[in-house]
């Protein structure tokens, strides 16, 4: 008897371990979907097929993410764009793009306090793959609120970062044309240039 009722949970367990399998890939397969139709700009199906993903794994960072994308990027609809992304960084707790993406959020929002702060905790992790974009984002809004050399501090730490970042040169240029240094400006924005004709 005994034997027949670890036998009936063993048999439960796997049966839901393959309904999860099952859901996980599905989700992965939406998610791609939804990832090849943003890429052609056509939001309202990704939309639908992140939608979907979030469905069957609804604690899939990479879908809460790309959900918060759309809210920012196309809707720009900041307060769930911010609940998305606030949802990605809760399920992983190092995940950079999301505290970047959330940064942008709360920039847009004119809320530049915490964008700097998750900026700063993006840049913070040193297993981010693409640090230029928060140290750019961090820039810029040193640059908006007219902290000059931070600004500069920051866009030269991106560049540390990824050499050709052809952005960060871009902001170094705003920087020292507002500080009045024209030739150092027309340095920078001539080296972008040459990046990114």
């Not at 979907?33 to 609804?58: H, T």
């Not at 993410?65 to 769930?80: C, Q, R, S, T, V």
């Not at 700097?116 to 230029?132: G, Q, V």
């Not at 640059?143 to 931070?150: A, F, I, P, S």
């Amino acid at each position: 008897m005994k034997k027949n009722i670890y036998l009936l949970i063993l048999v439960l367990l796997c049966s839901c371990a393959t309904a999860s399998i099952e859901d996980t890939q599905k989700s992965s397969a939406h998610y791609k979907l939804g990832v090849s139709y943003l890429n052609e700009n056509k939001v309202q199906p990704a939309f639908i097929e992140f939608q979907k993903a979030l469905e069957l794994n609804p604690y899939d960072k990479e879908v809460l993410n790309a959900i918060g994308i759309i809210y920012l990027m196309k809707f720009e609809d900041f307060p769930k764009a911010i609940d998305f992304f606030q949802r990605a960084i809760k399920v992983a707790p190092d995940f950079s793009e999301g505290y970047n993406n959330l940064g942008v959020a709360y920039e847009r929002s004119k809320n530049y306090n915490e964008a700097i702060a998750f900026y700063k905790k993006a840049i913070a992790n040193l297993l981010y793959r693409t640090p230029e974009k928060a140290y750019y984002n961090l820039g810029k809004v040193y640059y908006r609120l007219g902290q000059y050399d931070e600004a500069l501090d920051t866009f030269k730490e991106g560049l540390k970062r990824l050499a050709d970042f052809y952005p960060a040169y871009y902001g170094i240029a705003l920087c020292y044309n507002a500080k009045g240094k024209y030739g150092d400006a027309s340095t920078a924005i001539t080296k972008a240039i040459e990046i990114d004709p």
